[in-house]
């Protein structure tokens, strides 16, 4: 049985786990793959560096955002970006229910219908693409089962 063991002890982000994906296996072509799946503007581009942070050495994915700052987006505009584009059917789901659970959790907090709901850092291009790499790192490795800390 193949699983994964994530330690969230000392804090976890989109970009930590995505290159945790890729120090697993996960080609870097398939983060690649994502940015022209999504239709992104050539700007934005991806580099990849062994890195090391207080004795934890790993694979980077370093992003170079557009010089265009991005507008804060509804979570059917990430939806509806989500839905036409060319990822697989199991990246598209999985992406779409992870904002789908941070628009629920910020429509509480803000005591408003999930419609209402505009992420700001959340709708950036950078945290899209976090979570597309990080779905897409997952089905690309199939483990049977994920635990976290």
Known sequence: MKSIYIDCSLGIS??????ALLDLGVPY??????LVSLKIDRNYKLKFNQGDSKGISGIVCLKNESKFKDLSRSFNDIKNLLLDSSLNNYVKKKSIRVFEILAEAEAIVHGSEISEVHFHELGSIDSILDIVNVCSGIDN?????????
């Open 14 to 19: 989109g970009d930590m786990l995505a290159s």
């Open 29 to 34: 072509s398939v983060f690649l793959d994502n």
């Open 141 to 149: 490795l199939k483990p049977e089962k994920i635990y976290f800390s």
